[in-house]
């Protein structure tokens, strides 16, 4: 029994030894075929179709008008203070006395009290009829001494004591004293009156109907009005675009006087038009820029002012017309990145160009180098795209779209035909069919 049980059980070692080696040896052979055949993965070649939509603009040479920007504040012509040169009481100001208030040349702002000043006037009128009496009377008694001397001198020389001269000149002097006195009070009547020097406009008052002012009192700051003046920095890179007028010692002025539109949005769209009247001797010592003036004449007319008049002290931006190109390549500055380069669109793909510009403003540039007349300069805004991209240009993609047939338009057609036949036929066929029911029935 122990024997039988012995010879069971070498069968059935025998029989886990093939299985593990068959085991083993089908892994061996597994790891054999995935070694020399490792995954591979599918791989496409790049779409060769356009992957966007950009909107171009095909470069030609132009005549192009420089316009150079720059900015300032409204100064007058001419600012002064008015002051009261008498002492008085204010009895009378003009209508126009008043901040804001215009006024022409030779208008009487301010009448003071003038009582105290003509009687001096008159004082000193009678001090200078007393003085012509005692020159007359000192004349007649130089010509009494000169008959005596005549008389009695017996041919000699008289000295001056004799016939007066001293005497004489002393009553000259105190006519001429009369004289100035008489000036000084008429003048002081005449400055009761508180004359416009010129045409302009109230900036600011400090007086009033009754107030009692002394002399050398601030009355008043006013400004002229026949023109205003604005303060412009120019870059430096602009000064080249520019004929500025300049003014040399021997030959005088030169250059243009260009025109200029400065524009306002403090009180809604305000627009004037001027012109640049000079430009400054020195260059600015904290700005290192060169400033010109621009004037606008007749500031405060109806008929100059592209809306409310201008102020003083107003911020302006300015458009200087510069030097007139001919035959250059201008595009918009939203096209150029980072000041450098830009993309064109080549044989329908996405290039990048680097170029230089000869000169830029916030909204146009020159290109000096780097692009060509007949390029396709994208317009389009684009982010962080590669060289060499696929590319449709708008007009063009929609164009093709327009050409091209629909061809599911016309196969939903044919369709709708094979139907609508096929229905006719059974139509025709069930006609039939019930013709010949009727027929056989009859």
Same mark, same amino acid.
Do not use: C
């Given at each position: 029994m122990s024997q039988n049980t012995q010879f069971a059980a070498k069968p059935s070692t025998k029989?886990?030894?093939?299985?593990?080696?068959?085991?083993?040896?089908?892994?061996?052979?597994?790891?054999?075929?995935?070694?020399?055949?490792?995954?591979?993965?599918?791989?496409?070649?790049?779409?060769?179709?356009?992957?966007?939509?950009?909107?171009?603009k095909r470069?030609?040479?132009?005549?192009?008008?420089?316009?150079?920007?720059?900015?300032?504040?409204?100064?007058?012509?001419?600012?002064?203070?008015?002051f009261s040169q008498v002492s008085g009481q204010i009895n009378e100001v003009s209508m126009q006395f008043r901040d804001g208030g215009f006024f022409e040349q030779g208008d009487v702002l301010v009448q003071l009290d003038d009582r105290d000043h003509k009687s001096e006037v008159k004082v000193s009128q009678a001090n200078l009829l007393s003085a012509n009496q005692v020159l007359l009377e000192e004349r007649a008694r130089v010509s009494q001494a000169q008959a005596d001397w005549k008389r009695l001198g017996n041919g000699k020389t008289a000295s001056a004591l004799v016939l007066r001269k001293p005497q004489l000149e002393a009553a000259k002097a105190k006519v001429l004293s009369a004289q100035a006195q008489l000036d000084k009070a008429e003048l002081a009547l005449e400055r009761t009156k508180i004359i416009a020097p010129y045409a302009g406009r109230i900036l600011k008052k400090q007086v009033d109907l009754g107030q009692v002012v002394s002399a050398?009192?601030?009355?008043?700051?006013?400004?002229?009005?026949?023109?205003?003046?604005?303060?412009?920095?120019?870059?430096?890179?602009?000064? =080249?675009? @520019? %004929?500025? $007028?300049?003014?040399?010692?021997?030959?005088?002025?030169?250059?243009? +006087?260009?025109?200029?539109?400065? #524009?306002?949005?403090?009180?809604?769209h305000q627009e004037w038009r001027g012109k640049i009247i000079r430009t400054e001797s020195a260059i600015d010592e904290q700005s290192q820029q060169l400033y010109?003036? =621009?004037? @606008? %004449?007749? $500031?405060?007319?109806?008929?100059?002012?592209?809306?409310?008049?201008? +102020?003083?002290?107003?911020?302006? #931006?300015?458009?200087?017309?510069?030097?007139?190109?001919?035959?250059?390549?201008?595009?918009?500055?939203?096209?150029?990145?980072?000041?450098?380069?830009?993309?064109?669109?080549?044989?329908g793909l996405l290039m990048r160009k680097e170029i230089t510009l000869g000169?830029?403003?916030?909204?146009?540039?020159?290109?000096?180098?780097?692009?060509?007349?007949?390029?396709?300069?994208?317009?389009?805004?684009?982010?962080?795209?590669?060289?060499?991209?696929?590319?449709?240009?708008?007009?063009?993609?929609?164009?093709?779209?327009?050409?091209?047939?629909?061809?599911?338009?016309?196969?939903?057609?044919?369709?709708?035909?094979?139907?609508?036949?096929?229905?006719?036929?059974?139509?025709?066929?069930?006609?039939?069919?019930?013709q010949q029911a009727k027929g056989e029935s009859l």
């Open positions: 029989k886990k030894i093939i299985i593990l080696a068959v085991i083993i040896g089908v892994t061996v052979l597994l790891s054999t075929i995935i070694t020399k055949n490792p995954p591979q993965s599918k791989r496409f070649k790049p779409s060769k179709s356009s992957q966007m939509t950009v909107v171009t470069l030609t040479p132009q005549h192009y008008q420089v316009i150079v920007e720059s900015f300032g504040t409204v100064k007058p012509r001419t600012q002064s203070i008015l050398n009192t601030q009355l008043a700051s006013i400004f002229a009005v026949d023109y205003v003046e604005i303060r412009l920095p120019i870059k430096n890179k602009d000064l =080249a675009l @520019i %004929n500025l $007028p300049e003014e040399y010692r021997d030959i005088g002025e030169q250059g243009n +006087k260009n025109n200029v539109k400065l #524009t306002s949005d403090l009180m809604g010109v003036v =621009a004037q @606008i %004449n007749r $500031p405060y007319d109806a008929t100059t002012s592209r809306g409310s008049p201008i +102020k003083i002290g107003q911020y302006v #931006t300015a458009e200087i017309e510069g030097l007139a190109l001919t035959s250059e390549l201008v595009i918009p500055s939203s096209a150029i990145y980072q000041g450098s380069y830009v993309y064109i669109v080549e044989k000169w830029q403003n916030g909204k146009q540039a020159i290109v000096k180098s780097g692009l060509v007349a007949g390029d396709e300069l994208v317009l389009t805004s684009l982010g962080q795209v590669s060289s060499g991209t696929p590319v449709s240009i708008e007009g063009q993609t929609r164009d093709r779209k327009k050409n091209k047939p629909n061809n599911k338009r016309n196969n939903k057609g044919k369709k709708n035909r094979d139907k609508k036949g096929k229905a006719s036929r059974e139509k025709i066929v069930r006609q039939k069919g019930t």
